[in-house]
């Protein structure tokens, strides 16, 4: 089943802490996981991804930690800022039998950063 | 460049009339998306194109149809709307074989059914 699980639903963090926002799959066939950031009114937008062989990947303040064996991965944001306050979906990328591809989607983080 | 666009941004359907979602998007993308957005179910895909003529059945393509007669254009239709179809719906395109994880969206349509 092409499933992502993702938790919290929604996150409050004081400004200048850490913001880490976790998700979990089953299916070994997925090949990238990818973080996108979504602001209201806006469509999603890639943040940051990272492949399965790797176990840590770091963009700014941005970081994928991802836990191959556990099926685990996780976005921490450093030094969290007002600006960062958005919904953070987490998903990954699969290949059908037909070449085609696609994303699943985690159902999302509403994360506010407090000043 | 204009990346993905949608048409229109908002609209208020009475039950049982149909419409049709535009997407377009200018990247040559041969990838092409439709999703809907509730609130606490994050972005579940409806259907997909892998290129000019073809398209496929996504997580819930139920009450939807969808056409890609060009490759920089997909269409949404919905024959007979229903409240259950009230949702923000997301066209994104992606470049592939490359860029597999990596999906443009567009700014997404206000649906309401009522």
């Not at chain 1, 938790?7 to 850490?18: A, D, N």
């Not at chain 1, 602001?39 to 770091?58: C, H, M, N, T, W």
């Not at chain 1, 919904?87 to 070449?99: K, L, V």
């Not at chain 2, 923000?88 to 649906?111: D, I, K, M, N, W």
Request: aromatic share 12%; hydrophobic share 30%; with cysteine.
């Amino acid at each position: 089943q092409q499933q992502v699980k993702q938790s919290p639903q929604s996150l409050i963090v004081q400004k200048g802490g850490i913001s880490i926002i976790n998700c979990a799959y089953e299916n070994t066939a997925f090949d990238y996981f990818p973080w996108y950031q979504q602001f209201p009114g806006k469509g999603p937008a890639l943040l940051i991804a990272i492949r399965p062989d790797v176990s840590e990947k770091k963009e700014g303040r941005f970081t994928i930690s991802f836990n191959k064996s556990a099926k685990q991965f996780s976005l921490h944001i450093m030094d969290s800022q007002p600006g960062d306050s958005a919904t953070y979906f987490c998903a990954a990328s699969w290949r059908s039998g037909g070449g085609a591809d696609g994303l699943t989607f985690g159902k999302g983080t509403h994360l506010i950063i407090q000043p | 460049n204009a990346g993905v666009t949608q048409t229109p941004k908002f609209r208020v359907l009475k039950t049982g009339q149909s419409m049709t979602l535009l997407c377009a998007q200018d990247m040559n993308h041969e990838y092409m998306y439709w999703y809907r957005q509730d609130p606490g179910m994050g972005l579940r895909l409806i259907h997909y194109s892998v290129g000019e003529g073809t398209t496929a059945k996504g997580e819930v393509p139920d009450g939807y149809n969808v056409s890609r007669l060009k490759k920089q254009n997909f269409l949404l239709g919905l024959e007979s709307a229903a409240p259950s179809q009230t949702s923000v719906y997301f066209c994104a395109s992606s470049y592939s074989p490359g860029q597999l994880y990596e999906q443009y969206f567009g700014p997404g349509t206000r649906l309401t059914v009522t």
